[in-house]
Nanobody, 124 residues
Framework: QRRLVESGGGSVQAGGSLTLSCVAS????????LGWFRQAPEKEREWVAV????????RYADFVKGRFTISQDNAKKTMYLQMNSLKLEDSAMYYC?????????????????WGQGTKVTVSS
């Protein structure tokens, strides 16, 4: 069983930056991928970014390309999401996720473990 703990959320003005972290414990092997989803109030959970822990492959949702960067430190079992040029619509609860990724868009059905979430609020 994996445990995922997020941190780094907070309040920021539009155009600002935040870095989210996710510390993973338990079985994180080379077949595991880690990533981020987000969910705004009254909206469905949507995929943001994913990275393959066994290599350097990563992928982003179109709405964050060029603004967000996902990275990992395997020695620390920690994944990061650097978020720049934040927009009002980026406000949401951000969830760290672990599961299997086939290289395409990542879906909630491919996620086996979730973190508790960290809240990001972007204001004007």
């Amino acid at each position: 069983q994996r445990r995922l703990v997020e941190s780094g959320g907070g309040s920021v003005q539009a155009g600002g930056s935040l870095t989210l972290s996710c510390v993973a414990s338990g079985r994180i092997d080379s077949d595991t991928s880690l990533g981020w989803f987000r969910q705004a109030p009254e909206k469905e959970r949507e995929w943001v970014a994913v990275i393959y822990t066994g290599g350097s492959a990563k992928r982003y949702a179109d709405f964050v390309k060029g603004r967000f960067t996902i990275s990992q430190d395997n020695a620390k079992k920690t994944m990061y999401l650097q978020m720049n040029s934040l927009k009002l619509e980026d406000s949401a609860m951000y969830y760290c996720a672990a599961g299997v990724w086939n290289g395409d868009m990542w879906t909630t059905r491919q996620v086996s473990d979730w973190g508790q979430g960290t809240k990001v609020t972007v204001s004007s």
